[in-house]
T-cell receptor, first 114, second 113 residues
């Protein structure tokens, strides 16, 4: 099976712009989670989607949003970008039927906000 | 208090030695615990998962869980230079069938040849 794919891999934006990141899960996986990784804060949970519904949410401002499509692909959007949004954004997928599942991570999208 | 705590390291061990990585967590109702390995510039990959108190062994890796003490550990036997990476402890705090992994800040392991 193909792994989790994320596009784009690298992105440069300026403050105030918005950005949309895409994640395609492993075939058959219905749960997609998003994480932000920075040197200062480490890996932080953003949100989880399952069957097109947000199932869990982390402690991020409303500028961070996401959605999931019927084919389980997911997008996350960050509006009004701030310098502090520069980070590696990782998505992870799992089948979605149990809290004991392994989450498989994609390669990430590295976002730089200037 | 952070939800998941790890010593940031670096933890330096000689090749062939046992590396011991520790993690504590604050959510008493958590039921699923994971160790991920992350090489520099790469995404995390699962090493071990553990759900019940006690030890779980997989090759050179042993995970230990003590829910009463809210403590998870990972032992790496016969450490190899290729084991040099950041090891992330993760706890699923989502509840039920949901996924909400809370990660520690990671321990950097350096295995010296």
């Amino acid at each position: 099976k193909a792994g989790v794919t994320q596009t784009p891999r690298y992105l440069i934006k300026t403050r105030g712009q918005q950005v949309t990141l895409s994640c395609s899960p492993i075939s058959g996986h219905r749960s997609v989670s998003w994480y932000q990784q920075t040197p200062g804060q480490g890996l932080q949970f953003l949100f989880e989607y399952f069957s097109e519904t947000q199932r869990n949410k982390g402690n991020f401002p409303g500028r961070f949003s996401g959605r999931q499509f019927s084919n389980s692909r997911s997008e996350m959007n960050v509006s009004t970008l701030e310098l502090g949004d520069s980070a590696l954004y990782l998505c992870a997928s799992s089948p979605g039927g149990s809290g004991r599942e392994t989450q498989y991570f994609g390669p990430g999208t590295r976002l730089l906000v200037l | 208090q952070k939800e998941v705590e790890q010593n940031s390291g670096p933890l330096s061990v000689p090749e062939g030695a046992i590396a011991s990585l520790n993690c504590t967590y604050s959510d008493r109702v958590s039921q699923s615990f994971f160790w991920y390995r992350q090489y520099s510039g790469k995404s995390p990959e699962l090493i071990m998962s553990i759900y019940s108190n006690g030890d779980k062994e997989d090759g050179r890796f042993t995970a230990q869980l003590n829910k009463a003490s809210q403590y998870v550990s990972l032992l790496i036997r016969d450490s190899q230079p290729s084991d040099s990476a950041t090891y992330l402890c993760a706890v699923n705090t989502g509840g039920g069938a949901t996924n909400k992994l809370i990660f520690g800040t990671g321990t950097l392991l350096a295995v010296q040849p």
